[in-house]
């Protein structure tokens, strides 16, 4: 009998290359669509959306394979939307395809397949695979480690990276080798459940139920403590931004870090947001945890090149990461991930990432 | 593959196929043609009239109008009748009765009549999913151009007093309409013990195709036609579709001759898959215990999303479904078992068997070996939030 997979599939063209390339090895591959969104919330072009599932069903009809949807719009509620507006309300910066991976796409999809008596979830992602390890994709340029390193040993044996050995180009010939009308879609890059790249509008929106100060004007102040004019809600600003400061300076001002208690917002010179350590906790280890301090390379966010630095444990159970050389503007509630050459050793979420 | 989903639609029987045939091949005449080519499509035509006519006991093979299904059918009744009665009235009649547990095609046709002047009334139902027939009653009065009441409910099965509220519509001067797609081929149905001036048919629940269905129009009743044109009598205009009325028409026969042992067939292999479900902890039936179709079994599973289990068991090729065909997909709980008051919870982990033509003991048999192991696979899922 064959080895069934489950296939998720958001309708775009690397899970449905992925899904392909599982049939051709041969084995049964159930698609599946989770519906991510309330049903009004839909419509946009993102995962779970009606017509992604609709382009998703047409693969899965080419493919010859089931598919089915499976609702999680509750569990992303919980787990996703509303942990990244309390972020962005508590004046830090949210990393909301890091928690979907966790909870809901390797979390509860994944707990769903073992009942469907499925060995393993396939999706989309560009990573590999060796031995139980999660390394990099061959495609550094795609790379997106920097969102799976919450996976542990135990959800590794039972995932599937199909991708993760292929460039976007090779992706695409294949699909259109396949003759899959997703073939040449245009890739999602924005985060899937905030409409038109609006995330205070989104977060307004839901702000009422959680209640903060994060949305009122304050002031914004230099390093040396001057103040240089009035911020329009600390929810607007995360560490290193340049843009939509409304401060005129002769030499460029970014956000160096943000203080909620005195609901301000603290700019400085572009050598001012550079740091040499942060602190990082909610870890998870792709393998059996260091048991003392360790080198790594550190990226702090998607795209950044790893930095080295020592890791060491700290008497509450995080972990202090000290650069070799200052990184530039970590944010709180960003994921940092620890790698070692290729391979992601784990990671957890920066608390401190201010100027130090 | 065992198919366990006979409310959502059923195979078609090989002789119906085997009738329908040459009415695509050789037979392809229009009924309203002239030579006699057109002749015999049309004594087809009202062959099929007649046996629908006869399982549903209409006086006139006349009173037969064929529909492209059970919806159309449903609509004409309700918005043709709700037309026709606002218009002979001189706009005195402007009220239409219903039910919260009516197919979509009636429920969702609620607000365009809203839309257009009409107060739409829908009747709740009790804890046992049966239609309060005096509550409802007593929302129907002079002003009431029709009321209309499924005779059992697709989803759960259960029968509703549709005889009780048609003597309540024609005592007040309203149409009285009832939506017997369910119910069809496995009840004795009859027009007449009805009260009927109304009732719609769909042909791909009685081992009929898909794409065909019927209105029952009781003689000297009046309708606006939703489509245009002289065919049926000018009640309903399209070139009629000549194969799938005579698989329609088979069909009803076989249905009406077969119908008692179908019944008690049915009957025993839902008593059996009640048994078998039944002793699974957390597993309980929804609707009136005993006042139901033979064919049909509700359940709610606690601590379990329906759908996912509806997948669980298509993979291992059993066929059964969460809710409505109509609306599979999304992990809602029906509006039927919202209706019935059913915990939310409890009405997402539900799951429906209807048995019909062609079903086994070993296909009742599978399903109940298969049933328990995903209950507890699915059971032990960390719950959603």
Request: charged share 20%.
């Amino acid at each position: 009998m064959k080895t069934r997979v489950l296939a998720a599939m958001s309708g775009g063209v690397d899970s449905s290359v992925a899904a392909a390339l599982l049939v051709e090895r041969g084995f049964e591959v159930v698609g599946v669509t989770m519906k991510l969104l309330p049903r009004a919330e839909t419509g946009f072009g993102c995962c779970g959306s009606p017509s992604d599932v609709e382009d998703a069903k047409r693969v899965c009809d080419g493919l010859g394979i089931s598919h089915y949807t499976a609702d999680m719009s509750e569990l992303f509620e919980s787990k996703v939307i509303r942990p990244y507006v309390e972020a962005w309300l508590s004046a830090r910066t949210p990393n909301p395809c890091v928690e979907c991976n966790r909870s809901v796409k390797f979390g509860h999809l994944l707990g769903l397949a073992e009942a469907w008596g499925c060995a393993k979830v396939a999706t989309g992602h560009y990573a590999r695979l060796e031995d139980g390890r999660l390394l990099k994709a061959s495609d550094l340029d795609k790379d997106q480690t920097y969102f799976l390193y919450s996976l542990t040993a135990r959800e590794l044996a039972r995932v599937d990276f199909p991708v993760g050995g292929l460039s976007k180009t090779e992706v695409r010939e294949k699909a259109r080798a396949l003759g899959l009308r997703v073939a040449d879609k245009a890739e999602s890059m924005e985060t899937c459940f905030v409409p038109g790249r609006d995330v205070r509008g989104f977060v307004e929106s839901r702000a009422e139920s959680v209640g903060s100060s994060a949305l009122s004007t304050g002031e914004i102040r230099d390093t040396s403590g001057r103040v240089r004019g009035t911020h329009s809600g600390l929810a607007s600003y995360t560490i290193g931004q340049r843009k939509g400061l409304g401060v005129s300076s002769p030499d460029p001002l970014y956000v160096v870090r943000l203080e909620p208690e005195r609901n301000e917002l603290v700019v400085g010179g572009g050598d001012e947001v550079f740091v040499h350590s942060i602190v990082v906790g909610a870890l998870s280890w792709t393998q059996a945890a260091p048991c003392g301090a360790r080198r790594a390379e550190v990226r702090v966010r998607h795209r950044h090149p790893p930095a080295s630095a020592e890791l060491a444990p700290r008497a509450d159970g995080s972990f202090s990461v000290c650069f070799d050389s200052p990184q530039r503007a970590p944010a709180p509630g960003q994921a940092a991930v620890f790698y070692e050459g290729d391979e992601v050793l784990g990671g957890g979420t920066i608390l401190n990432g201010g100027a130090s | 593959m065992t198919y366990l989903d006979h409310n959502a639609t059923t195979p078609v029987r090989p002789e119906v196929v085997d009738a329908m045939l040459p009415w695509l091949r050789e037979g392809f005449g229009n009924p309203s043609s002239v030579y006699s080519l057109g002749q015999k499509a049309r004594a087809a035509l009202e062959r099929a009239r007649e046996q629908v006519s006869g399982l549903i006991g209409a006086s006139d093979p006349s009173e037969i109008v064929f529909t492209s299904c059970g919806s159309e059918a449903d609509v004409l009744a309700i918005a043709g009748g709700a037309w026709q009665g606002h218009d002979e009235s001189k706009g005195k009649r402007r009220k239409v009765v219903t039910s919260a547990i009516e197919h979509d095609a009636i429920l969702l046709l609620g607000p365009q009549l809203r839309r257009r002047g009409f107060e739409v009334l829908e009747a709740g139902c009790g804890p046992d999913g049966v239609v309060a027939a005096a509550g409802m009653a007593a929302l129907v009065d002079a002003s009431t151009a029709v009321v209309s009441l499924m005779h059992a409910n697709n989803e759960t099965g259960v029968l509703q007093p549709a005889a009780e509220m048609m003597a309540a519509a024609r005592a007040h001067g309203a149409l009285a309409h009832v939506d017997a797609v369910q119910s069809l081929g496995k009840l004795s149905l009859d027009v007449e013990s009805l009260g009927a001036d109304l009732l719609s048919l769909s042909g791909h629940k009685v081992n009929a195709p898909k794409g065909v269905g019927a209105l029952y129009v009781r003689r000297g009743v009046r309708l606006s036609p939703l489509v245009t044109g002289h065919q049926e009598k000018n009640r309903r205009g399209g070139t009629e579709n000549l194969a799938s009325i005579v698989g329609l028409g088979l069909a009803c026969e076989l249905a009406g001759r077969e119908l008692s042992g179908a019944s008690a067939h049915s009957l025993a292999l839902r008593q059996k898959i009640e048994a078998g479900v039944l002793v699974l902890p957390g597993a309980r039936l929804n609707g009136h215990p005993q006042q139901r179709l033979p064919n049909t079994a509700h359940f709610s599973f606690e601590g379990l999303d329906g759908h996912h289990l509806v997948v669980a068991l298509d993979l291992e090729g059993i066929c059964v479904s969460s809710g409505p065909a109509c609306s599979s997909g999304a992990s809602t709980p029906s509006h039927v078992l919202t209706a019935m008051g059913v915990d939310s919870k409890l009405a997402t982990g539900s799951l429906r068997v209807s048995v019909g033509w062609g079903t086994t003991d070993a296909d009742v048999d599978r399903f109940l070996a298969v049933l328990p192991k995903a209950v507890e696979r699915l059971r032990a899922l960390p719950a959603a939030l």
